[in-house]
């Protein structure tokens, strides 16, 4: 059983290696590719940020408090595109066969899917935005770096990008019935996330509620900015909430490993 | 008594496709109210195959072939009928069952486009856990036998379709898998990759033993590599056998082609069937247990001939006449 783990470690580590190397062949489009996904976002929030310092703040957040509730979109996102690349791009690995080739060595599918792809060069991009933002808003939020502060931080990250990976998860199951899933990917992911650049007590009732409880993004970056903010729209939701995005990111992502599941045995007695 | 290596029994599977309306009316309906069909892929396939057999298997388009393989191969689930091989069922255990099989599909390659063949090699390596002394000796048997040693270090999008395909094979065997299923590996290369990839899957066979499943259009590729054929249409089995046996069993048949120096009106031959052909030429159909070639010539000696062949039966013209009805088994 331990040597199979290290094995496992071994096997992702190997195909970082060949991930990265394939990226390589083309060197200078790898180096631009950063610098792009880099530019591109950095401009998203340009423009958030320039159309937002007018106002003093939006429901009592100041702007570099925005820019903290940013940072946790790009910082996840980085580290999501390393580990779930193959379930964001899961519609090609369906069509192009190479799926069928996945059932067909002995070892798990879902570890194959994630661990062969990875987009590591957009995560360099992704990741060096966000801990830009971080570093600079933190220091003027007055996050406080104490150890459990620290370790609360990891593993919301971690739950951050569960949740994430949950949402990629379940859309990719999803086109073993429908053959594109690219409008769904764009309706349940980016425009999902395109509402938590806000924070969500500015949306009505509706918003907020599928924000929280249908597609949980909000746990991905709006309850820890305010573990660390204390801001007074918090009143309106149970405090507990928080703390909790770990737990909701395992919960949500056990729950659509099921629906994976299911949906496996669907395309093996269907043959899409 | 030797134990099949490969046990089919029965097997069936029934694929639901949506029924396509006509006019934006009947599509907007379907929206709403889908309607499918039920298409039979696979109804009802029975066979066994014994370690160290070479079979063909052959079947028209659609007739079921690529169903069959998907669930030998443990892709996707039997509808009904039971699948045996190596031991395993193959929907059932697919972890341990796919390290004794190998898969070759020539329209679908497994190598990694943008890196050297030889990358692609050691990734499987690793996520077959094959030992450093059965790889070392299969990756170098393979890059001898299959010529590779020129392009095992270029990237796969360099290599041309013969290159790609043998390295797609060797990859594909790298764990000395004891069954391997060849799904048209020849399709789309030149008489010369065709012939190399001939070769080595009989050297497989003959030398190593190793059970094969070939399906092809290609009947020259079954003649050369298998003994025994399987020929599926319609999702049923229609014939199973030698191929010698399936040629002796249908070559009922010879056709004489004659041109001839002007239009004539021949005479009836008994037993002969007249087609007019293009030109002043025209063939003769018949079977040789019957009449004679040389009956059929005496009968034409009044005329002035140009040119005359004789046209035997072979097994690529049977299969071709099952594909299109002509021959009912």
Not at chain 1, 125 to 146: D, K, T, Y
Not at chain 1, 203 to 216: A, G, T
Not at chain 2, 148 to 159: A, E, G, K, T
Not at chain 2, 176 to 183: A, K
């Amino acid at each position: 059983m331990k040597k199979n783990r290290v094995n496992t470690v071994h096997m992702m580590l190997f195909y970082s290696k060949i991930t990265i190397n394939a990226w390589f062949q083309y060197k200078l489009d790898a180096i631009l590719r950063s610098f792009s996904v880099f530019l591109r976002e950095a401009g998203t929030i340009a423009v958030v940020y320039f159309t937002l310092i007018t106002f003093n703040d939006i429901n009592g957040w100041n702007i570099k408090e925005l820019m903290f509730l940013f940072s946790f979109i790009f910082l996840t996102y980085s580290i999501l595109i390393i580990f779930f690349t193959g379930l964001r791009d899961f519609e090609w690995i369906v069509n192009d066969g190479r799926f069928d080739r996945f059932l067909l060595r002995p070892r798990g599918v879902l570890f194959q899917i994630l661990a062969s792809n990875s987009d590591w060069f957009a995560a360099i991009g992704h990741g060096g935005l966000g801990v830009l933002l971080f570093v600079l808003s933190a220091n003027n939020v007055n996050v406080e770096w104490s150890a459990l502060n620290i370790i609360y931080f990891a593993f919301t990250i971690f739950g951050g990008v569960l949740i994430q990976g949950s949402i990629f998860l379940i859309i990719a199951s999803l086109s073993f019935f429908f053959i594109k899933t690219g409008n769904i990917r764009d309706v349940f992911y980016w425009n999902i996330r395109s509402f938590a650049v806000y924070p969500i007590s500015v949306f009505p009732k509706i918003i907020q509620v599928i924000l929280i409880y249908i597609i949980p993004f909000a746990f991905v970056n709006y309850f820890p900015s305010q573990f660390f903010l204390h801001k007074s729209d918090m009143i309106a939701y149970p405090e507990i909430y928080i703390y909790i995005t770990p737990i909701v990111g395992l919960t949500v992502y056990l729950l659509a490993y099921l629906f994976w599941r299911v949906s496996l045995k669907h395309y093996k007695s269907s043959g899409n | 008594m030797i134990e099949p290596i490969i046990r089919v029994e029965n097997l069936k599977k029934t694929f639901k496709v949506s029924k396509r309306a006509n006019g934006l009316p009947g599509r907007i309906a379907n929206l709403f109210f889908p309607k499918y069909e039920y298409k039979k892929a696979v109804d009802g396939i029975s066979f066994n195959i014994l370690q160290g057999e070479a079979v063909g298997f052959v079947g028209a388009n659609g007739a079921g072939k690529s169903t069959t393989i998907k669930m030998l191969s443990g892709i996707i689930y039997p509808d009904e009928g039971n699948i045996e091989i190596a031991g395993f069922i193959p929907y059932k255990d697919r972890k341990k069952y796919v390290s004794n099989i190998g898969v070759v599909f020539g329209q679908k390659s497994q190598l990694s486009w943008d890196l050297p063949v030889v990358d692609s090699f050691e990734l499987l390596r690793r996520i077959y856990s094959i030992s450093d002394s059965v790889y070392k000796q299969n990756f170098e048997k393979f890059v001898d036998l299959l010529d590779m040693s020129s392009f095992i270090n270029q990237p796969v999008r360099q290599l041309s379709l013969g290159q790609r395909m043998r390295a797609d094979i060797a990859a594909s065997l790298l764990h000395s898998p004891r069954i391997v299923f060849f799904d048209e590996p020849t399709i789309g290369l030149d008489v010369v990759a065709k012939e190399k990839i001939r070769s080595f899957i009989r050297y497989l066979n003959k030398e190593q033993g190793v059970t094969i499943i070939f399906t092809t259009h290609d009947m020259q590729d079954i003649e050369q590599t298998c003994e025994r054929l399987i020929l599926i249409d319609k999702g049923h089995k229609i014939y199973d056998g030698s191929i010698n046996g399936l040629v002796d069993a249908y070559a009922y048949e010879k056709k004489l082609v004659v041109e001839f120096m002007q239009d004539y009106t021949i005479d009836e031959i008994s037993d002969v069937l007249i087609n007019d052909l293009e030109g002043h030429s025209k063939e003769f159909v018949f079977n040789p247990h019957k009449v004679s070639v040389k009956s059929v010539i005496n009968n034409l000696s009044k005329y002035d001939i140009v040119d005359l062949t004789v046209e035997n039966m072979n097994i690529e013209r049977i299969v071709r006449q099952i594909y299109e009805g002509e021959i009912k088994l």
